[in-house]
């Protein structure tokens, strides 16, 4: 046998043992992420009566990436006789599929009956899903993320009641009557007036929203009204994502380094420098506003800085005299924070 057809054959060899090797990798890799213990997941069931004024739910933390390992159910019921109507937004964003079949990080909806259960659909991925009529008075919705990859922003989907005749109901503030605190609860579930509106009339919601800036009884029009052409409404939507972004945000801080670094035994020059840290407050911008949320941080970074420092050194033959003073370069970490979130009670901890 040649040198080279030995070659030839050794080199197959190797690539086989290679491409084996790899292959049982991958294999060892899902079997990993298909064996995710129960008992790791965080679980938790919430129950949701439904009124005419609807509502909303969304992954955790959205629009931002959803945490790891959580199993949450959504049971919406409505009163007997009546179906619910669902609506994804948009903005929708999960893990990926693996071979057109979501594995891994997904949100299901299932219709629910005394007799039967009837999975609508499980979906991941970026396209959102549709909108969707029930067949009975109760849907579960169901979202799942195993404990590796998430994405951003997770889902959102908003809930109505239908009729009998498998239409919408046109008004929902005509048939229960709500208080202003409960109006205020409804707003804060909302992002844009689009969304409030529709949730309000579903029939006549882009009616509504056009004859914002035109409407002709009122004695003051405001400057909207004479820009209506430009579709100013939209201000509306920006001031109040302003408020979400804004409001619990790094901001500078002096410190002081003898009690930043909690140094009885120093001095330092200069005494004070300035921080970024997390500041503002969680009083509107989130569904549960009310709730006790505060602004902390999500994400921080320690910074160097050189900073001149005096420590005296007694010893024995110094006691009795004043010590002299002898200035040193010394290096010092600060904690400044990079991102700022929300946090709130109902949020799985950390």
Same mark, same amino acid.
């Given at each position: 046998?040649?040198? /080279?057809?030995?070659?030839?054959?050794?080199?197959?060899? %190797? $690539? *086989? &043992?290679?491409? !084996?090797?790899?292959? =049982?990798? @991958?294999?060892?890799?899902?079997?990993?992420?298909?064996?995710?213990?129960?008992?790791?997941?965080?679980?938790?069931?919430?129950?949701?009566?439904?009124?005419?004024?609807?509502?909303?739910?969304?992954?955790?933390?959205?629009?931002?990436?959803?945490?790891?390992?959580?199993?949450?159910?959504?049971?919406?019921?409505?009163?007997?006789?009546?179906?619910?109507?669902?609506?994804?937004?948009?903005?929708?964003?999960?893990?990926?599929?693996?071979?057109?079949?979501?594995?891994?990080?997904?949100?299901?909806?299932?219709?629910?009956?005394?007799?039967?259960?009837?999975?609508?659909?499980?979906?991941?991925?970026?396209?959102?899903?549709?909108?969707?009529?029930?067949?009975?008075?109760?849907?579960?919705?169901?979202?799942?993320?195993?404990?590796?990859?998430? /994405?951003?922003?997770?889902?959102?989907?908003?809930?109505? %009641? $239908? *009729? &009998?005749?498998? !239409?919408?109901?046109? =008004?929902? @503030?005509?048939?229960?009557?709500?208080?202003?605190?409960?109006?205020?609860?409804?707003?804060?579930?909302?992002?844009?007036?689009?969304?409030?509106?529709?949730?309000?009339?579903?029939?006549?919601?882009?009616?509504?929203?056009?004859?914002?800036?035109?409407?002709?009884?009122?004695?003051?029009?405001?400057?909207?009204?004479?820009?209506?052409?430009?579709?100013?409404?939209?201000?509306?939507?920006?001031?109040?994502?302003?408020?979400?972004?804004?409001?619990?945000?790094?901001?500078?801080?002096?410190?002081?380094?003898?009690?930043?670094?909690?140094?009885?035994?120093?001095?330092?020059?200069?005494?004070?420098?300035?921080?970024?840290?997390?500041?503002?407050?969680?009083?509107?911008?989130?569904?549960?506003?009310?709730?006790?949320?505060?602004?902390?941080?999500?994400?921080?970074?320690?910074?160097?800085?050189?900073? %001149?420092?005096?420590?005296?050194?007694?010893?024995?033959?110094?006691?009795?005299?004043?010590?002299?003073?002898?200035?040193?370069?010394?290096?010092?970490?600060?904690?400044?924070?990079?991102?700022?979130?929300?946090?709130?009670?109902?949020?799985?901890?950390?």
């Amino acid at each position: 046998m040649s040198a /080279a057809v030995a070659f030839q054959m050794w080199m197959l060899l %190797l $690539l *086989g &043992t290679v491409t !084996g090797i790899g292959r =049982a990798h @991958v294999s060892n890799t899902r079997v990993m992420r298909g064996n995710t213990r129960r008992d790791d997941l965080y679980c938790k069931e919430e129950n949701i009566t439904i009124t005419p004024m609807g509502g909303v739910i969304h992954s955790p933390r959205y629009p931002n990436a959803y945490p790891r390992n959580v199993l949450l159910s959504w049971k919406l019921q409505a009163l007997p006789g009546r179906r619910i109507h669902l609506e994804f937004d948009g903005h929708f964003g999960l893990e990926e599929a693996e071979n057109g079949v979501c594995r891994y990080d997904f949100v299901e909806v299932e219709d629910q009956s005394e007799t039967s259960t009837i999975i609508w659909g499980r979906w991941c991925g970026q396209k959102a899903p549709p909108s969707l009529h029930s067949k009975s008075n109760t849907l579960r919705v169901i979202f799942k993320s195993d404990d590796y990859f998430v /994405a951003k922003p997770g889902f959102k989907v908003y809930y109505s %009641l $239908l *009729g &009998t005749s498998g !239409g919408q109901m046109p =008004a929902a @503030v005509t048939e229960v009557p709500f208080s202003l605190d409960d109006l205020d609860r409804t707003i804060a579930a909302y992002d844009t007036v689009e969304q409030l509106l529709r949730s309000l009339s579903p029939d006549t919601w882009r009616q509504d929203l056009d004859s914002i800036y035109t409407q002709t009884h009122m004695h003051y029009r405001s400057r909207a009204y004479h820009l209506a052409s430009r579709y100013n409404k939209v201000d509306l939507n920006r001031l109040y994502d302003d408020v979400k972004r804004y409001s619990c945000t790094p901001r500078n801080y002096s410190v002081n380094l003898r009690e930043e670094l909690r140094t009885t035994n120093a001095v330092f020059f200069p005494r004070c420098l300035l921080v970024k840290r997390c500041g503002g407050n969680c009083g509107c911008g989130s569904y549960n506003w009310n709730s006790g949320c505060t602004c902390q941080a999500s994400k921080t970074t320690l910074k160097l800085y050189e900073v %001149l420092k005096y420590a005296p050194e007694v010893t024995l033959h110094q006691r009795h005299r004043r010590p002299r003073l002898r200035w040193v370069m010394d290096e010092i970490f600060l904690t400044h924070h990079e991102t700022c979130e929300c946090a709130c009670p109902s949020q799985r901890p950390r």
